[in-house]
C-alpha cells in the first residue's frame, strides 16, 4: 500500500487532482490507479489528474491524466489549476514558464486564484457548413445551437465523438450560443466522456470560432456551467490566431491523504 498526499483544484467547475511529484516520488503511478483516484465514488473524484513534475529548462513540468487514467492531450483549465498549484509551492514569481505536452506555455497571477495561461497559435480552422473544427491543445469539434441548455450534450457529443471520422483518436465536442457579448459554452470532453462543467481548451476554441472577420484582438467573455471564463487572442489571418490567453479563476478545493493499493 503506498500513501498519496494531494490537493483537489478546481477551475470554473472542471476539477482535477494535483500531486507535487518534483522529486519523482509518484513516477510509480499507473493509468489503473490513476482511474481509481479520479473516480468519484470510490476515489477522490476529478476529471483528471496531474503531476507537478520538475524540469530543467522550465519552472516545472506538467503530466496531465484523464480520469479515465490515459495520459492526455492539453488541458487547459488543467494549466490554470496546476499553475496555481505551482504558486503556491512557492514556484516562480507570479510569472510562470513550464512545459506540457503540446510545448511551452506562460502563466500569470493575478493574486492567488486567477490565472491567465498562454495557450498555442492556432494556425487552421476547418469551417464546414454546420460545425468547425481546430485544435487548441486538443481537437475540438464546435456547433453552434439555438439554445445551448435544452442540448443533451452527454447523446449528442458521444455520437459526433464515435462517429466514423472521430471514432480511433476522439474529439471534445462543443455546443456553443452567442450570450450577450459573449458565448455560452458546454462541452462534451473524449477521456472523461461525459459533460463536464467547464474545458479551457474548449472554451479557447469557442471563442476564436466567435471572432469576427477583421483582423484584430478579440476579448470574449465565455459562461460555463462552471463559472465565467476569457478568452482573448488576436486574429492574424483568415484561419490564423496568436497570443491567445485563457482566463479565470483556479481554486484549491482541499488537501488530504489517500492510501492506495
Not at 510509480?28 to 520538475?54: H, P, S, Y
Not at 474545458?199 to 467573455?221: D, H, L, Q, R
Request: aromatic share 14%; glycine share 12%; with cysteine.
Amino acid at each position: 500500500m503506498q500513501q498519496i498526499h494531494f490537493y483537489k483544484y478546481q477551475g470554473t467547475g472542471n476539477d482535477f487532482v494535483i500531486m507535487d511529484n518534483r522529486q519523482g516520488q509518484y513516477d510509480w503511478l499507473t493509468n489503473e490507479q490513476v482511474n481509481e483516484l479520479c473516480d468519484r465514488r470510490f476515489g477522490i473524484g476529478a476529471d483528471g489528474l496531474m503531476l507537478l513534475n520538475k524540469s530543467e529548462d522550465y519552472d516545472f513540468a506538467m503530466k496531465y491524466y484523464n480520469s479515465d487514467g490515459r495520459e492526455s492531450s492539453m488541458c487547459g483549465n488543467g494549466g490554470r489549476c496546476l499553475a496555481a498549484f505551482a504558486h503556491k509551492m512557492g514556484v516562480g514569481d507570479g510569472n510562470l514558464y513550464f512545459i506540457a505536452v503540446d510545448g511551452e506555455h506562460e502563466a500569470t497571477m493575478d493574486g492567488d486564484s486567477w490565472v491567465n495561461l498562454k495557450m498555442q497559435d492556432v494556425d487552421f480552422v476547418e469551417h464546414g457548413p454546420l460545425h468547425y473544427y481546430l485544435n487548441t491543445g486538443s481537437p475540438h469539434f464546435v456547433k453552434y445551437v439555438e439554445d445551448v441548455q435544452a442540448i443533451d450534450v452527454f447523446n449528442e457529443g458521444r455520437q459526433i465523438r464515435y462517429n466514423e471520422r472521430f471514432a480511433a483518436e476522439g474529439t471534445n465536442v462543443n455546443f456553443v450560443q452567442p450570450f450577450e457579448n459573449g458565448i455560452f459554452v458546454r462541452t462534451y470532453e473524449r477521456g472523461v466522456e461525459d459533460e463536464t462543467y467547464s474545458c479551457g481548451t474548449g472554451v479557447t476554441a469557442a471563442a476564436i470560432t466567435f471572432a469576427g472577420k477583421e483582423e484584430k484582438e478579440y476579448v470574449v467573455p465565455v459562461q460555463t456551467l462552471g463559472g465565467q471564463l476569457e478568452v482573448r487572442y488576436t486574429r492574424t489571418g483568415e484561419r490564423t490566431f496568436s497570443n491567445i490567453w485563457l482566463c479565470g479563476p483556479a481554486t484549491l478545493v482541499f488537501e488530504g491523504q489517500i492510501t492506495i493499493g
